[in-house]
């Protein structure tokens, strides 16, 4: 009397397990279709948001690096130096972002902001800031991400940056 039922009920799962994996494969499929088109609009908003955040991060580094015991050391002032080439590199992005027609065209330049910030990175992580410090990276950080997916760039971080 069992075995009826038990035959049911294998054959119920097998089909629902059956409709629950082909449904992912069909999502994948129309996803895959679906090409999004950036304009250069968007990239100047996320550039501006970039630099937004570049501004509000560099200055509470500094007073940062004010407060930590890297104070007064040739160390500090190499940090700050790397913030500062991170703000010229940006400001090169901008002025090519600007005179370019293609969007597209800006790759060197966002390129060579991601290598600089994946070194600010390294040290922010590995140095105790404060959490205004690190959250003001953490936003920055996200927002040059945003910029190196739409440059089918690696993140920050990446082996593939110094």
Do not use: H
Not at 75 to 103: C, G, H, I, Q, V
Not at 115 to 127: C, E, Q
Request: proline residues 2%.
């Amino acid at each position: 009397m069992k075995t009826p039922y038990l035959k049911a009920f294998i054959g119920i799962s097998a089909f629902l397990l059956l409709v629950c994996m082909a449904d992912p494969a069909a999502a994948q499929g129309r996803r895959r279709s679906r090409v999004r088109v950036v304009t250069k609009a968007e990239v100047d908003r996320v550039i501006k948001r970039v630099e937004t955040q570049l501004d509000r991060f560099v200055g509470e580094y500094d007073r940062s690096l004010d407060r930590s015991r890297l104070d007064g050391t040739d160390r500090e002032d190499w940090l700050n130096k790397r913030a500062r080439d991170l703000e010229s590199a940006t400001d090169e992005l901008r002025r090519e972002f600007d005179r370019r027609d293609s969007w597209g065209e800006n790759r060197a330049e966002v390129r060579r902001c991601l290598n600089i910030a994946t070194d600010i990175n390294k040290n922010v992580r590995s140095l105790r800031l404060g959490p205004v410090t690190e959250g003001n990276w953490a936003r920055l950080r996200a927002e040059f991400n945003s910029l190196a997916a739409v440059y089918g760039l690696p993140a920050i971080g990446s082996e593939r940056y110094k």
